[in-house]
């Protein structure tokens, strides 16, 4: 028995009795903690929102362990102090809701609200999230988003930008003609960025051209 018991210790152990198991289970060690939710994916562009606006970031994670989260997780803001990124957001308590299973990989949304008496500027700011267990431990590594707080654009500016665009569009090298539709909506999702909306148009030309050769 106690053979049994020694060969048991020596396999949970590790053999060298420091608590490191082929489970990955490894209490208060940092590199384990950082395990438990491990980035996959984090979008590294800068993210604009108007005063009052709800951003939704998209994120892939993992639980790099073998062992699965527990209920009464959260994803939540680091306390920021007094800095300017912290005041340019609520704070964030996001209960997670879906089962995460031992070694696997999920997607999830992150809303960040920009707090609608928050400054527009040209300063970049960075908002930083992290996992919380039901103890009010953190673990993981930390997620860092991007933004930039903007002024909403009038309605007579965004089709004056619009209209500029699609009439000087030769001149804006683009792969190919967009209507004035098209150009439209587009900034509509760059939310009346001019270069942003050319990047995006030259995007989906591309894609658009890639798809137009797999069906040939």
Not at 102 to 116: D, E, G, H, Q, R
């Amino acid at each position: 028995m106690k053979e049994f018991a020694s060969a048991f210790k020596n396999m949970f152990m590790g053999g060298n009795g420091q608590g490191q198991n082929q489970w990955k289970c490894g209490g208060g060690n940092s590199e384990w903690k950082n395990n438990r939710a491990l980035i996959v994916s984090v979008p590294t562009e800068t993210f604009t929102g108007n005063p009052g606006e709800t951003i939704m970031v998209e994120i892939i994670m993992k639980n790099n362990t073998h062992w699965p989260w527990k209920e009464g997780f959260s994803l939540q803001t680091l306390p920021q102090g007094n800095d300017a990124a912290g005041q340019q957001i609520e704070s964030l308590v996001l209960p997670i809701d879906f089962f995460v299973d031992k070694m696997s990989t999920f997607n999830m949304l992150i809303p960040m609200k920009i707090k609608s008496g928050a400054v527009a500027s040209d300063a970049e700011h960075v908002a930083k999230f992290t996992f919380i267990n039901r103890k009010g431990t953190p673990f993981g590594q930390v997620i860092d988003i991007k933004y930039k707080v903007v002024e909403p654009i009038n309605e007579v500016q965004f089709y004056q930008i619009a209209m500029t665009m699609f009439e000087t569009q030769e001149s804006l090298a683009l792969p190919k003609y967009a209507s004035f539709d098209q150009i439209v909506e587009v900034l509509k999702k760059t939310k009346g960025n001019q270069e942003k909306a050319i990047e995006l148009l030259k995007k989906e030309s591309k894609q658009e051209e890639q798809e137009n050769q797999m069906e040939i």
